[in-house]
């Protein structure tokens, strides 16, 4: 069975990236940031802390994701304040099918869901954007420690 090589959510999500930031020549390694509506800057920075160039996903502008695009990456990060828990795990499942980068669901303690649903479908962590930014940080660091990509 052969699995669809992009992702629509049906016209109302979307894909937008960046320009490269290449440090000198020397290659950084990618995440993938992906959100819907608001993207928060305390992902943004968490991913520069962690040395990650940051490619953003707007899941509200755009129809489809490429996984190429997610083959690239060493790193996604999910900002799933804004989506429902239904979106997350579709989500979640869909990029496992098309790459085994860490996967790291942000979201805030006040929106908690089920968080065991999506850590079933295959992301490998959670992280709280109330937390401090430290916090933040040995987090994922611990998650790509144990993914073997730090």
Sequence with gaps: MEHRRTLSFRGYFACDSQSSRARLHLPRRKSVHIYARVGHTRVLRLAEALGYESIDIDLTCCDTIDADLLQQCDLILIDAVYLTEAMQQYLVEW?????????????????????????????????????????NIAHCRAILRRAGAS
């Design 95 to 135: 990029i496992r099918l098309h790459t085994f980068a860490p996967i790291v669901v942000m979201g805030k303690r006040s929106y908690r869901r089920d968080v065991s649903s999506v850590l079933a479908k295959g992301a490998d962590g959670i992280v709280w954007l109330d937390d401090p930014i430290e916090v």
